[in-house]
């Protein structure tokens, strides 16, 4: 059995997963019934669910991009990579700098079953991927280690991971232990759900996700601010994603809407 078809076979289709669920908001077809199903419901509840799940895709987008051009990280670790989809965040970083290196960590064997196939990067650079659930960021720190350098600047990015995981969970332990493993430099990225711009229809779809299996947590803006504890935040600071440097584009879609109900931002560690 391959290493893809021995994913396949551990996948879960009774439930849904946020990585699927995420998938089938962008448009995606690496997805089960019970994923869209779930999408679906929410969808209906929160009109602009889809409009939130792209704006971010390309929050990672420009911040990849502004974390490359701004302080010349080359080393990226991805925890909560999702379903790879278009661009990839190595692809956008060694559009920059062709020899960044790239690791990826996901739980979710069709996460695994589709980066054997499409997380190839660069020859110049690396692009690799690890089976590890985020609540055990010692055990990731130590399989990265063999692409990444943590004597130099890395950057962390949490993309739409921390509202699966808890306070009581291990968020805040997470976040430490990661962010305590780099070097001075280094950088967090985060977006993470809040329920500060629209918290009926947040509430609503959090009670839709806790009805399918599904933690979700909305955080506040002094609560996202904490897991920033002591890094130097780049500007615009900690905002909605639809605020955080977007293009000529994106200003347009997000005309006279209202805010995502992600919160974004990138910090730095001195």
């Not at 893809?4 to 946020?18: G, N, Y």
């Not at 063999?146 to 306070?167: E, M, Q, T």
């Amino acid at each position: 059995m391959t290493g893809t078809e021995s994913a396949m076979s551990r996948i879960d289709t009774s439930r849904p997963h946020p990585a699927r669920v995420y998938d089938w908001f962008l448009g995606g077809k690496d997805n089960y019934p019970v994923d869209e199903e779930l999408g679906r419901r929410i969808a209906a509840m929160q009109g602009d669910a889809p409009r939130h799940a792209r704006a971010n895709r390309r929050f990672m987008e420009r911040a990849t991009r502004a974390v490359v051009r701004e302080s010349g990280i080359r080393q990226f670790l991805d925890v909560g990579s999702g379903i790879p989809t278009e661009p990839n965040l190595h692809q956008i970083a060694q559009s920059v700098v062709p020899d960044a290196r790239v690791v990826y960590v996901d739980n979710d064997p069709i996460v695994l079953a589709h980066a054997e196939a499409l997380l190839r990067g660069n020859p110049e650079g690396v692009t690799t991927y690890v089976q590890a659930d985020a609540r055990e960021p010692e055990r990731i720190l130590e399989q990265a280690a063999s692409v990444l350098d943590f004597d130099r600047p890395v950057a962390l990015s949490l993309i739409a991971l921390l509202h699966f995981i808890a306070d009581g969970d291990g968020a805040h332990r997470l976040v430490d232990t990661l962010v305590g493993a780099l070097a001075p430099g280094s950088c967090l990225v985060l977006s993470a759900m809040t329920a500060d711009f629209d918290p009926d229809n947040v509430r609503r779809g959090i009670e839709a996700y806790t009805a399918s299996g599904v933690t979700l947590v909305a955080r506040s803006h002094a609560e996202v601010g904490r897991l920033f504890g002591g890094l130097e935040l780049l500007e615009p600071g900690i905002v909605s994603l639809s605020d955080w440097r977007p293009t000529a584009g994106e200003d347009a879609e997000n005309a006279e809407k209202e805010p995502v109900s992600l919160y974004g931002a990138v910090g730095f560690k001195r």
